[in-house]
T-cell receptor, first 111, second 113 residues
Framework: GEDVEQSLFLSVREGDSSVINCTYT??????LYWYKQEPGAGLQLLTY?????DMKQDQRLTVLLNKKDKHLSLRIADTQTGDSAIYFC???????????FGTGTRLQVFP | SQTIHQWPATLVQPVGSPLSLECTVE??????LYWYRQAAGRGLQLLFY??????ISSEVPQNLSASRPQDRQFILSSKKLLLSDSGFYLC????????????FGAGTRLSVL
């Protein structure tokens, strides 16, 4: 069945780069997404990448997609304390409007 | 611009009581609407989605139901809450040519005691 996997925790020092990884199973996914959830809040769409792209950059965020390995990563440059949150990877399910979410990676940024 | 509202933000209910959570979207028409539940320390589970008024698809068997009485209104209900219904409930919408890009509300934290 469909499954999106992420590591549960990541801890980085302020100013360093963070890399959050995700593996997915549905090779027909049209889009892949990264969402951010701050404590007690809803999910904020950070960025998404179309499946025919390998990379997308948006300010401090870089998304890399390896379709062969079904691996997606989110790199945050110059990580700040305000980046501390849970980051969810998601894939579109069988080209429907439904999304399958990973369990989320909790990013902790320390000074 | 589009906005999504969920209320209440927090709710504490006794076991066996009814539930009604409401979600409304502004600034768009004919959106897809979704209800998710996030259990503590876990990812998101899709509960219901709707592509139009009165059209509801249920993703998992459960004690909850959903209704869409108006184009931009989505309601999550239960007749009798269980302890296992506790969690963080999120409503989302998508619209336009990119209906698989979903935008989320702020969520409702439900505690069933």
């Amino acid at each position: 069945g469909e499954d999106v996997e992420q590591s549960l925790f990541l801890s980085v020092r302020e100013g360093d780069s963070s890399v959050i990884n995700c593996t997915y199973t549905d090779s027909s996914s049209t889009y892949l997404y990264w969402y951010k959830q701050e404590p007690g809040a809803g999910l904020q769409l950070l960025t998404y990448i179309f499946s025919n792209m390998d990379m997308k950059q948006d300010q401090r965020l870089t998304v890399l997609l390896n379709k062969k390995d079904k691996h997606l990563s989110l790199r945050i440059a110059d990580t700040q304390t305000g980046d501390s949150a849970i980051y969810f990877c998601a894939e579109s399910y069988l080209n429907t409007d439904k999304l399958i979410f990973g369990t989320g990676t909790r990013l902790q940024v320390f000074p | 611009s589009q906005t999504i509202h969920q209320w209440p933000a927090t709710l504490v209910q006794p076991v066996g009581s009814p539930l009604s959570l409401e979600c409304t979207v502004e600034g768009t028409s004919n959106p897809n609407l979704y209800w998710y539940r996030q259990a503590a320390g876990r990812g998101l589970q899709l509960l219901f989605y709707s592509v139009g008024i009165g059209q509801i698809s249920s993703e998992v068997p459960q004690n909850l139901s959903a209704s869409r009485p108006q184009d931009r209104q989505f309601i999550l209900s239960s007749k009798k809450l269980l302890l296992s219904d506790s969690g963080f409930y999120l409503c989302a919408w998508s619209s336009g040519p990119y209906k698989n890009i979903q935008y989320f509300g702020a969520g409702t934290r439900l505690s069933v005691l």
